[in-house]
Protein backbone atom coordinates (compact mmCIF):
# COMPACT_ATOMS: atom_id res chain seq x y z
CA UNK A 1 0.00 0.00 0.00
CA UNK A 2 0.97 3.30 -0.52
CA UNK A 3 1.54 6.02 1.59
CA UNK A 4 0.97 9.68 0.87
CA UNK A 5 1.77 12.72 3.09
CA UNK A 6 -1.10 14.70 2.98
CA UNK A 7 -0.97 18.54 1.43
CA UNK A 8 -1.90 20.29 4.50
CA UNK A 9 -0.05 22.18 6.54
CA UNK A 10 -1.08 25.06 9.17
CA UNK A 11 -3.73 26.50 6.49
CA UNK A 12 -5.36 29.60 7.33
CA UNK A 13 -9.00 29.13 9.01
CA UNK A 14 -11.69 29.70 5.62
CA UNK A 15 -13.68 32.95 6.65
CA UNK A 16 -16.76 31.05 7.64
CA UNK A 17 -14.87 29.40 10.67
CA UNK A 18 -15.80 31.39 13.86
CA UNK A 19 -13.81 32.12 17.20
CA UNK A 20 -15.63 29.29 19.67
CA UNK A 21 -17.16 30.47 22.65
CA UNK A 22 -16.49 29.27 26.05
CA UNK A 23 -16.88 25.41 26.74
CA UNK A 24 -19.96 24.44 27.58
CA UNK A 25 -19.99 20.32 27.71
CA UNK A 26 -18.24 17.37 29.73
CA UNK A 27 -17.60 14.01 29.26
CA UNK A 28 -18.24 12.15 32.41
CA UNK A 29 -17.75 8.30 33.58
CA UNK A 30 -21.88 8.83 34.29
CA UNK A 31 -22.44 9.50 30.43
CA UNK A 32 -24.33 6.92 28.88
CA UNK A 33 -22.12 6.13 26.26
CA UNK A 34 -18.95 5.70 28.58
CA UNK A 35 -21.56 3.26 30.83
CA UNK A 36 -21.86 1.81 27.03
CA UNK A 37 -18.13 1.16 26.54
CA UNK A 38 -17.59 0.38 30.44
CA UNK A 39 -20.50 -2.72 30.26
CA UNK A 40 -19.15 -4.44 26.67
CA UNK A 41 -15.42 -4.22 28.67
CA UNK A 42 -16.67 -6.17 31.24
CA UNK A 43 -18.65 -8.45 29.15
CA UNK A 44 -15.88 -9.18 26.84
CA UNK A 45 -13.95 -10.16 29.57
CA UNK A 46 -16.54 -12.85 30.58
CA UNK A 47 -18.49 -10.71 33.63
CA UNK A 48 -21.86 -11.80 33.98
CA UNK A 49 -24.90 -9.42 33.55
CA UNK A 50 -25.43 -9.30 37.59
CA UNK A 51 -22.17 -8.64 38.31
CA UNK A 52 -21.89 -6.13 35.44
CA UNK A 53 -24.43 -4.43 36.61
CA UNK A 54 -23.41 -4.43 39.90
CA UNK A 55 -19.55 -3.27 39.02
CA UNK A 56 -20.91 -0.35 37.01
CA UNK A 57 -23.12 0.69 40.22
CA UNK A 58 -20.14 0.54 42.04
CA UNK A 59 -17.60 2.29 39.14
CA UNK A 60 -20.30 5.28 39.29
CA UNK A 61 -19.97 5.99 42.68
CA UNK A 62 -16.39 4.16 43.81
CA UNK A 63 -14.21 7.10 42.30
CA UNK A 64 -11.90 4.11 40.12
CA UNK A 65 -12.18 7.58 37.86
CA UNK A 66 -12.16 10.56 39.91
CA UNK A 67 -12.83 13.08 37.82
CA UNK A 68 -13.30 16.86 38.67
CA UNK A 69 -14.67 19.32 35.88
CA UNK A 70 -14.65 22.59 35.93
CA UNK A 71 -15.75 26.06 33.88
CA UNK A 72 -12.58 25.72 31.64
CA UNK A 73 -10.78 21.97 32.24
CA UNK A 74 -10.38 19.23 34.46
CA UNK A 75 -8.92 17.52 36.92
CA UNK A 76 -8.01 13.61 36.64
CA UNK A 77 -6.98 10.76 38.55
CA UNK A 78 -7.50 7.09 37.64
CA UNK A 79 -6.82 3.77 38.41
CA UNK A 80 -9.42 1.19 36.62
CA UNK A 81 -8.44 -2.26 34.92
CA UNK A 82 -11.46 -1.02 32.04
CA UNK A 83 -11.75 1.52 29.18
CA UNK A 84 -13.25 4.99 30.07
CA UNK A 85 -12.53 8.38 28.15
CA UNK A 86 -13.97 11.63 29.73
CA UNK A 87 -13.09 15.21 29.14
CA UNK A 88 -14.52 18.86 28.76
CA UNK A 89 -15.33 21.01 25.67
CA UNK A 90 -18.13 21.52 23.50
CA UNK A 91 -21.69 19.85 22.22
CA UNK A 92 -22.00 20.32 19.17
CA UNK A 93 -18.24 21.23 18.41
CA UNK A 94 -16.47 23.54 15.92
CA UNK A 95 -13.66 23.45 13.05
CA UNK A 96 -12.25 26.22 15.31
CA UNK A 97 -8.91 25.77 16.84
CA UNK A 98 -8.74 24.53 20.64
CA UNK A 99 -5.40 25.23 22.75
CA UNK A 100 -5.32 22.85 25.66
CA UNK A 101 -2.45 23.34 28.44
CA UNK A 102 -1.68 21.48 31.92
CA UNK A 103 0.04 18.04 32.84
CA UNK A 104 -0.87 14.32 31.49
CA UNK A 105 0.66 11.26 33.26
CA UNK A 106 -0.12 7.38 32.88
CA UNK A 107 2.23 5.45 35.26
CA UNK A 108 0.45 1.83 34.59
CA UNK A 109 -0.94 0.75 31.54
CA UNK A 110 -2.25 2.77 28.83
CA UNK A 111 -3.66 6.19 28.07
CA UNK A 112 -4.17 8.69 25.93
CA UNK A 113 -4.55 12.60 25.84
CA UNK A 114 -6.99 13.92 22.96
CA UNK A 115 -9.05 15.82 21.07
CA UNK A 116 -12.16 13.26 21.04
CA UNK A 117 -15.26 13.72 19.28
CA UNK A 118 -18.22 12.84 17.13
CA UNK A 119 -20.01 13.51 13.92
CA UNK A 120 -23.36 12.31 12.72
CA UNK A 121 -24.58 11.34 8.88
CA UNK A 122 -22.17 9.63 8.43
CA UNK A 123 -21.60 8.18 12.48
CA UNK A 124 -17.71 8.68 12.96
CA UNK A 125 -15.65 8.94 16.00
CA UNK A 126 -12.28 10.87 15.74
CA UNK A 127 -9.34 11.39 17.95
CA UNK A 128 -6.36 14.06 17.14
CA UNK A 129 -3.46 12.04 19.55
CA UNK A 130 -1.79 14.84 22.00
CA UNK A 131 0.07 12.67 24.22
CA UNK A 132 -0.06 8.89 25.47
CA UNK A 133 1.68 6.41 27.38
CA UNK A 134 2.18 2.74 26.77
CA UNK A 135 -0.02 3.04 23.35
CA UNK A 136 0.77 1.67 19.88
CA UNK A 137 -1.76 2.69 17.28
CA UNK A 138 -3.24 0.16 14.80
CA UNK A 139 -5.66 0.08 11.64
CA UNK A 140 -4.54 1.00 8.34
CA UNK A 141 -2.31 4.32 8.02
CA UNK A 142 -3.39 7.31 5.64
CA UNK A 143 -0.80 9.53 5.41
CA UNK A 144 0.39 12.30 7.62
CA UNK A 145 -0.48 15.94 8.29
CA UNK A 146 2.09 18.63 9.32
CA UNK A 147 0.75 21.17 11.50
CA UNK A 148 0.74 23.30 14.67
CA UNK A 149 4.44 22.21 15.00
CA UNK A 150 4.42 18.64 14.77
CA UNK A 151 3.60 15.70 12.43
CA UNK A 152 0.90 13.39 12.89
CA UNK A 153 0.57 9.86 11.46
CA UNK A 154 -3.22 9.34 10.01
CA UNK A 155 -5.07 6.08 10.56
CA UNK A 156 -8.49 4.33 9.88
CA UNK A 157 -10.31 2.24 11.84
CA UNK A 158 -13.87 0.46 11.05
CA UNK A 159 -15.85 -0.23 14.55
CA UNK A 160 -18.05 -3.12 13.95
CA UNK A 161 -21.08 -3.49 16.92
CA UNK A 162 -19.41 -1.03 19.36
CA UNK A 163 -20.34 1.32 21.64
CA UNK A 164 -21.44 4.94 19.88
CA UNK A 165 -23.74 8.17 20.63
CA UNK A 166 -26.51 6.36 19.06
CA UNK A 167 -26.59 2.89 20.53
CA UNK A 168 -24.21 -0.33 19.44
CA UNK A 169 -23.14 0.72 16.25
CA UNK A 170 -20.71 -0.06 13.37
CA UNK A 171 -18.91 2.82 12.11
CA UNK A 172 -15.55 4.44 11.29
CA UNK A 173 -12.54 5.79 12.90
CA UNK A 174 -10.58 8.71 12.32
CA UNK A 175 -7.21 9.06 14.42
CA UNK A 176 -4.50 11.59 13.91
CA UNK A 177 -1.70 10.90 16.48
CA UNK A 178 1.41 13.11 17.38
CA UNK A 179 4.71 12.55 16.96
CA UNK A 180 6.00 13.30 19.67
CA UNK A 181 3.85 13.96 22.82
CA UNK A 182 2.61 17.02 24.22
CA UNK A 183 0.70 17.88 27.13
CA UNK A 184 -0.14 21.31 25.97
CA UNK A 185 -0.47 22.91 22.81
CA UNK A 186 -3.19 24.24 20.33
CA UNK A 187 -4.84 21.93 17.83
CA UNK A 188 -5.98 23.06 14.14
CA UNK A 189 -8.71 21.14 14.47
CA UNK A 190 -10.02 21.97 10.80
CA UNK A 191 -6.53 21.06 9.32
CA UNK A 192 -7.37 17.55 10.49
CA UNK A 193 -10.32 17.43 9.07
CA UNK A 194 -9.37 18.44 5.95
CA UNK A 195 -6.41 16.23 5.81
CA UNK A 196 -9.00 12.88 6.25
CA UNK A 197 -10.85 14.25 3.65
CA UNK A 198 -8.30 14.60 0.94
CA UNK A 199 -8.04 10.34 2.33
CA UNK A 200 -11.66 9.99 1.49
CA UNK A 201 -12.18 10.29 5.47
CA UNK A 202 -15.57 12.26 5.34
CA UNK A 203 -17.21 13.46 8.47
CA UNK A 204 -20.96 14.29 8.84
CA UNK A 205 -22.35 16.63 10.96
CA UNK A 206 -20.68 18.11 14.54
CA UNK A 207 -21.74 16.78 17.45
CA UNK A 208 -19.86 16.30 21.01
CA UNK A 209 -16.03 17.46 20.97
CA UNK A 210 -13.46 17.42 24.10
CA UNK A 211 -9.95 17.97 25.02
CA UNK A 212 -10.41 13.92 26.55
CA UNK A 213 -8.55 11.50 28.35
CA UNK A 214 -8.80 7.57 27.61
CA UNK A 215 -7.53 4.66 29.66
CA UNK A 216 -7.53 1.06 29.35
CA UNK A 217 -6.38 -0.88 32.27
CA UNK A 218 -4.55 2.17 33.55
CA UNK A 219 -3.16 4.24 36.14
CA UNK A 220 -2.25 8.06 35.51
CA UNK A 221 -3.38 11.54 36.38
CA UNK A 222 -3.95 14.89 34.33
CA UNK A 223 -4.85 18.48 34.77
CA UNK A 224 -6.20 20.31 31.21
CA UNK A 225 -6.97 23.86 30.67
CA UNK A 226 -9.23 24.31 27.74
CA UNK A 227 -9.30 27.24 25.75
CA UNK A 228 -10.59 28.74 22.67
Same mark, same amino acid.
Given at each position: ??? =? !? ?13 ? *????? =? =?? !? ?15 ? *? ?8 ? +???? +? ?7 ? /???? $? ?17 ? $????? !? ?14 ? /? ?13 ? +????? !?? @? ?14 ? @? /? ?8 ? $? ?11 ? +? ?54
Amino acid at each position: MRV =F !SSPVADEALPPHVER *RGPSD =F =FL !SPEHPLMLARLNASLEA *RGMSLEARTN +YVQN +YKTGGTVNF /TPSG $NGFNLNFNTNNDFVVGVGW $NPGSR !SPITHSGSFSVTRGLG /TLSVYGWTTNPLVEY +YVIED !SG @GFSQTGTKKGTVSTDG @G /TYTIWENVRT $NAPSIQGTRTFNQ +YISVRNGGRPSGTVTINNHFNAWASHGMNLGTLNLQVVAVESWNGAGSAQQTVTN
